[in-house]
């Protein structure tokens, strides 16, 4: 596992575990047996369990379906989970762990034996509809009623957690049907922030047995949900006052074809952690993501950031980069500026000090020894009651 921002800069430091406890609750107990349901396991959802599985200290059965229609996951994947859980499952639970893809309210009324057990939810995305809009579709209430249902709901950015507590009582507001209980309070107590583990233990096998030169002149950019517009704008830009290099993950349409481009697929995870130790710099171009898996493993291998000055983007970074590092998501000559003065600006002081503690929550071992220790904490707790 590589412990560091990049394999010569030293090793991360420990850190305070972040999200909440149970007070008066012993913190030894036997290895637990988790049933961990993932309705759409792709992407930053696959990642997490997979390094979940290798460095929890607990036992994980897995139960999972493709990534596809997220809508579709959010109305049925409680049936067909309740369906083989109630016909095939034997084995032991200690505590019910799913992403918000899953319509826990309902996955409890169909198999109430696990509604004795305590249920974690990882909110990795929303479907909550932004504020002001007017709600029009059902399916847009069942991540509140999923939260409501769980024991803890965990987020996996600070920005992610506020942003949902905000959009479910605006939600909430407008809906009589909920007017007489508001879940919002209960909701809002037991949220914990709770930073996904990024395993680096393939990253520091390329390093050893592979030679990777990093090029000053690379720039790396995930375009999965992002701002295509504005970084076509601002490449473009960049393209006719400076020779670069770009290395992109993720859909190419909107990306116009002058760009000196390399495209990776989105499932070669090897090719994606190659391009970033190859790469001086990682941008990102989502203006509303709630948490970035390129942008904080960019970091770790040591890439320098551009991140929108937006989103889960300022809590990934001390605050003596941000003036440097952060840009207006509505101007793409900002960008430009900023993609440029990479390449020629004085780095600040002790700012790698600062982002180690900030990039040493997402640590695997450190990461999951957080999560082990908090549903240890759960499962405790509901013995004792």
Known sequence: ????????????????????????VP????????????????????????????????RWTVLKLPPR?????????????????SRHWSGHIDVLFCSEAMNLADLLRFVPELATKPSVVYFHDNQLPPIGSTPDNPLQVVNISTAAAATEVWFNSHYHKRTFLRRAKALVEQL?????????????????????????????QI????????????????????????????LTMLHRREKYKLITVGPVEGLTDDLPRRTIA?????????????????????????????????LLLGCWPIFPNAACYPELLPKSLHPLCLYDT??????????????WIEQPAKYKDELFAILTRFDAVQACQAMDDRLEQLAIAYTLS
């Open 69 to 85: 229609r997220i809508e579709r996951r959010l109305a049925a994947a409680a049936h067909w989970f309740g369906e083989q859980i």
């Open 330 to 343: 509505a101007d793409a000559d900002r960008l430009v500026t900023q993609l440029q003065n990479s390449w």
């Open 176 to 204: 009589p049907e909920l007017a007489g209980h508001d879940p919002v309070p209960e909701v809002t107590d037991k949220a914990a922030f709770m930073p996904p583990p990024v395993d680096q233990t393939l990253s520091q």
């Open 27 to 58: 913190m030894q107990m036997p290895q637990l047996d988790i049933l961990a349901l993932e309705p759409f396991y792709g992407g930053e959802r696959k990642s997490m369990l997979e390094t979940i599985l290798r460095f929890s200290r607990h």
């Open 266 to 298: 989105e499932d070669d995870e090897p090719a994606q952690i190659r391009a970033l130790h190859e790469a001086f710099v990682v941008v990102s171009g989502r203006p509303y993501a709630n948490y970035d898996h390129h942008a904080v493993r960019g």
């Open 207 to 234: 390093i050893q047995s592979e030679s990777v030169v990093r090029d000053p002149r690379t720039i790396f950019v995930d375009t999965r949900n992002a701002n295509t517009k504005l970084l076509n704008e601002a």
């Open 1 to 24: 596992m590589v412990t560091g921002i990049h394999p010569r800069q030293g090793p991360l430091r420990p850190f305070e575990k972040s999200g909440p406890t149970i007070e008066n």
